[in-house]
């Protein structure tokens, strides 16, 4: 993309309903409000992406393994330009209310602050430290975009705009994220025989507007959003809404971590207190009524109550505190035995996958009379070990590195024999 084009431009490729925009046409729509105030948004194309939960039960030590849905949509081109360009409008207002509130360092996500979460947690874990004797109580969200109450982001939306109601356009953006529509991905493709592997084939969208009224109409694939609550997760603006939406909560947990040297962290649905030990309770009851007026509800499976005390003269957790994909005891972080779990089931089907793969293509050289070719590694060395530029070792190293945690280390150093042994069967 060229850098004459401002940051809410992207161009997009993925197939829905209306064509790739050029920015040109983009630019024109996104920044006219009159266009954009009676612009029709087109549905949803939404899908469930599924990840594998791993517990570990605390009595018998057994391991558990759950299949969690976490639902996605993604808009139609056009649309996901206006959304863009919204949230880049709101995005700078966003940002002065939070500098303004003295919030700049407790709101974590969505805020293009050139940091990752283990800067957030490593944060979070030297706060701990310089406190001392403290308690941490990490509060998460319940379904938390599912949940959003329309009426309170839209009185959000509008006292950060410092407008009685909102504008023509921004309300028909607001009605468009609460009161959506979408297809189902899976219905819609076997509608019009897409491949789910390789969808485009020569295709450039999904579907003629004639077959649009045709088909998706006709045959009712379409769905929409009828309840008072809900945006859905994956749309440009989503993400920034959701923080909108707890500005006044989050401004009241600071006063409130303000008179009693307390510090407050939130990241999306995760939230973090480290306060004087007398007060862990307190809070977690106070945060926990201030809730309930958002209209959305904490997961009290998740809530964790720790305090840290001195142990012979070393900070220990009376039990391990989880922040962020990570484990604190007080002196050590960890990365949570979860992840290493989820890893290393990846890796395993990630190699057995490129074995089948070489098996199946050999099978066709022998027929041909040609010699067999073995196992392609370049990319399994890329993707599961510390050869590679991004995956799930190299994201330890650095959080090893900017932790100093000699432990995240010794829990890393065993993934290169299992994956070897992988290899090797």
Known sequence: MSSSKPPWYRSRSYLHFYLPVSFKKARNLVTNPELVSKHAFFPLINYAVESKKIKKDKKTHKIDMAVKERPI???AHIDSHIYAYYASLLSKKYEIQLKAAGLTDCILAFRGLGKSNIDFACEAFEQIKIMGECSAVALDFSKFFDTLDHSI???SWANLLVEAKLPA????????????????????????????????NGRKRVCSAKEFREVVREKKLIKTNKAPFGIPQGSPISALLSNIYMFEFDAEMKRYMDIHGGKYYRYCDDMLFIVPAPLRDSVAGFAQERVKQLKVSINTNKTELRTFTYQNGVLTADQMLQYLGFMFDGENVYIRSSSLARYSEKMKRGVRLAKKTMDKYNAVRTSKGLPEKGLYKRKLYSRYTHLGGRNFVTYGLRAANKMKSKTIK???????????EELDK
């Open 169 to 200: 356009d921004h309300f028909n953006v607001f009605k468009s994220i609460t009161q959506f529509s979408q297809v189902n991905k899976i219905e819609l493709y076997k509608e019009f025989s897409i491949s789910l592997n390789n969808p485009k």
């Open 153 to 155: 982001l839209k009185e």
């Open 410 to 420: 010794r829990q890393l150093k065993p993934l290169w024999r299992r994956f070897h």
């Open 73 to 75: 949509a993604y808009s």
